[in-house]
């Protein structure tokens, strides 16, 4: 069969000599680099390059790669003139379609010019039969006809309109019947294909070899559309042994082929494109300012005073807003809690946040590390708090101090569980990214699918603590402190947390907002009992010196049913005035610290396995006579 071939060509310096030899390479994927976005493919080959100068055609590459970035390596006894690339674009199918669709195409104008010419004849029927439906009498009212004449008549206009519709019925038919031709030939066009072509990449270099040798060749090259994201399951079993955490790296990739038993490397770097050194410009810093606050209650120094005082609005069942910082940045990563539950939001890169409410619960806790926490009421379906600073450092609440942390591979841990193999991961580093070499080979389709591929396994000495604050949530929650937490080439991504063989929950890994200390929270755990009780509250007036007493005094007992030792950070709280007329003393057990700004009182302690520890908690309000003082 003869065929025709369309040549489309981009040439770089490319002219090719009639009498040069030709050396048909072909190419496979053996490995690929991914980037976040984009990705690196390695082709390699094997050949023979003649005696001579000679052309070496890398054919069948794909029509998305960027010819002009490719770039060739070879090994073997020959010297590499130049190179070059096209674009050729190949007919497969279809040359004899347009033939068999012009010699359809007649045969229906003509079928279509009999249905004119038999639609002719209908009409030429049509006008007869009028005519001798107006031309019926053949004498007057007053005359008459002669019986002979109405006979001969009569016989002459029936056997016309027989004829007339019986032609006019043949007609039809033969209408009907070419029609019918039509819609046939109307069916084969439209089975008939249209030109098939193909469209490869050809990648041209140009030897000269002395003589003729084997060489090994690859050829590198970038792809858009391809990437991958990081993920996360952090595993605890008990808070006496390292956390561990295993990090994911989920590989998609739509270039156009597939990449079938490849080895692939995750890199947290981004390709290259520039030609030239990019230029710095200057770099101006300034000391931000605090953002002008126009709080309705015009209390400078509690910006969410407004929003404390508002009554409990039972008809909210949704809320969302927004946290920052007394500066207006994002908190990124703070917790917004139902009061009484383990529900909550995180509050995301914008600093937004939204949650629903569960009928019966009236307050919402906001909580972030280094920054006083906050309990409001629902009152409204939008709800925007400032968060203030406190005082309280992290190395002030740290219990204990460790910061040795190993970082194993999944073959470390295959040769400790004989029932599980990982491909180990060889871990490089540059000044600009950090590379996962994985020695594992991969299948990855080219459908955009998101494929696992472990990276690494973490074992951390992480410093567990539990925390509590009984006079909101009787619950103790599991918090794991993760120091030189840099060390681990983390990218921001999705966190499976899963303690004691159960699945907690899922969480967003936010590092940018993160410093010194990496908290992860594991939630609550059952095997810690926290009581608050309160055990006293006096009321007392003092005749002469016109004062009244309020005494309070509470008891919280904490309960470790855990087989190990735990530690625990209680808070709870004292009222705080900025008031001369009303004055506070506290008493507390137990080495308890207080923030004097804030009230917050914090017990730090270490409970036994299946032992329990009391605190108290007492304070004293004066204040003047006549007036009402609203305590707990």
């Known amino acids: 069969m003869k065929r025709m071939l369309i040549l489309l060509c981009l040439f770089a310096g490319f002219t090719v000599n009639a009498k040069e030899k030709e050396t048909l390479i072909s190419s496979k994927i053996e490995k690929v680099t991914v980037f976040q976005q984009g990705a690196q493919v390695t082709r390699s080959a094997k050949g023979t390059v003649p005696a001579g100068t000679s052309l070496l055609v890398f054919h069948k590459l794909n029509s998305s790669i960027n010819g002009s970035q490719i770039r060739f390596n070879g090994k073997g006894d020959f010297t590499v003139l130049s190179t070059s690339y096209r674009y050729k674009v190949d007919t497969i199918a279809g040359w004899g379609v347009a033939k068999q669709r012009e010699s359809l195409q007649l045969e229906r104008n003509a079928l279509q010019t009999e249905i004119s010419r038999e639609q002719g004849w209908l009409s030429i029927y049509d006008r007869?039969?009028?005519?001798?439906?107006?031309?019926?009498?053949?004498?007057s009212k007053e005359d008459g006809i002669a019986v002979a004449k109405l006979k001969e008549a009569a016989?002459?206009?029936?056997?016309?309109?027989?004829?007339?519709?019986?032609?006019?019925?043949?007609?039809?038919?033969?209408?009907?019947?070419?029609?019918?031709?039509?819609?046939?030939?109307?069916?084969?066009?439209?089975?008939?294909?249209?030109?098939?072509?193909?469209?490869?990449?050809?990648?041209?270099?140009?030897?000269?070899?002395?003589?003729?040798?084997?060489?090994?060749?690859?050829?590198?090259?970038?792809?858009?559309?391809?990437?991958?994201?990081?993920?996360?399951?952090?595993?605890?079993?008990?808070?006496?042994?390292?956390?561990?955490?295993?990090?994911n790296a989920f590989v998609y990739q739509s270039s156009g082929e597939d990449w079938d038993n490849v080895k692939v490397t995750v890199s947290t770097g981004q390709p290259q494109q520039r030609s030239m050194k990019p230029n710095l410009t200057p770099w101006y810093v300034n000391a931000p300012a605090p953002i002008q606050r126009n709080y309705r209650n015009n209390n400078e120094s509690d910006p969410n005073a407004w929003l404390k005082q508002q009554p409990y609005n039972g008809n909210i069942r949704?809320?969302?807003?927004?946290?920052?910082?007394?500066?207006?940045?994002?908190?990124?990563?703070?917790?917004?809690?139902?009061?009484?539950?383990?529900?909550?939001?995180?509050?995301?890169?914008?600093?937004?946040?939204?949650?629903?409410?569960?009928?019966?619960?009236?307050?919402l806790q906001y909580s972030y590390?280094?920054?006083?926490?906050?309990?409001?009421?629902?009152?409204?379906?939008?709800?925007?708090?400032?968060?203030?600073?406190?005082?309280?450092?992290?190395?002030?609440?740290?219990?204990?101090?460790?910061?040795?942390?190993?970082?194993?591979?999944?073959?470390?841990?295959?040769?400790?569980?004989e029932d599980a193999f990982y491909a180990p991961v060889a871990v490089s580093y540059t000044p600009t990214q950090t590379q996962f070499k994985i020695d594992a080979k991969y299948n990855i389709p080219s459908d955009g699918t998101h494929h696992a591929v472990k990276v690494q396994d973490i074992e951390v000495d992480a410093n567990f603590i539990y925390q509590c604050a009984p006079k909101l949530d009787p619950q103790a929650y599991l918090t794991a402190r993760i120091t030189d937490w840099q060390d681990f080439n983390l990218l921001d991504g999705d966190l499976n947390i899963y303690f004691e063989d159960s699945y907690v929950g899922k969480t967003a890994l936010r590092l940018n907002s993160v410093q010194d200390t990496l908290n992860l929270s594991l939630g609550a755990d059952p095997g810690i009992e926290v009581r608050r009780k309160r055990v006293k509250a006096d009321h007392k007036k003092q005749v002469i010196a016109g004062m009244q007493k309020d005494i309070r005094e509470w008891k919280i007992e904490v309960r470790n049913n855990k087989?190990?030792?735990?530690?625990?950070?209680?808070?709870?709280?004292?009222?705080?005035?900025?008031?001369?007329?009303?004055?506070?003393?506290?008493?507390?057990?137990?080495?308890a610290r207080i923030t004097e700004e804030t009230g917050q009182v914090t017990w730090e302690l270490d409970v036994a396995s299946g032992k329990s520890k009391d605190m108290k908690l007492k304070y004293e309000v004066r204040y003047p006579k006549g007036q009402y003082m609203r305590l707990e």
């Open 128 to 139: 007869e039969e009028q005519m001798l439906q107006a031309n019926q009498l053949f004498g």
């Open 155 to 247: 016989v002459f206009i029936r056997e016309r309109y027989l004829d007339i519709r019986a032609n006019r019925l043949a007609i039809q038919d033969r209408i009907a019947e070419l029609q019918g031709k039509i819609t046939a030939i109307d069916l084969s066009m439209a089975k008939l294909t249209g030109i098939q072509t193909t469209t490869e990449l050809q990648f041209f270099v140009r030897v000269n070899a002395k003589k003729s040798v084997s060489g090994q060749f690859s050829l590198t090259h970038q792809v858009a559309g391809a990437g991958w994201y990081p993920g996360y399951d952090a595993h605890v079993n008990s808070v006496n042994e390292p956390l561990e955490l295993t990090y």
């Open 318 to 363: 949704n809320v969302q807003g927004r946290v920052t910082d007394q500066y207006g940045n994002a908190l990124i990563g703070a917790t917004v809690v139902i009061a009484g539950t383990s529900t909550g939001a995180s509050v995301d890169v914008n600093g937004n946040y939204n949650l629903t409410i569960p009928a019966g619960y009236s307050q």
């Open 369 to 417: 590390v280094g920054y006083n926490p906050i309990v409001v009421p629902v009152s409204a379906s939008n709800m925007n708090v400032v968060m203030m600073g406190n005082t309280i450092t992290l190395d002030e609440i740290e219990v204990t101090a460790s910061k040795s942390a190993r970082v194993r591979s999944s073959f470390d841990m295959a040769r400790e569980d």
């Open 563 to 591: 087989r190990e030792s735990i530690s625990i950070q209680i808070e709870d709280q004292i009222p705080v005035t900025t008031s001369e007329e009303v004055e506070i003393e506290s008493e507390t057990s137990n080495g």
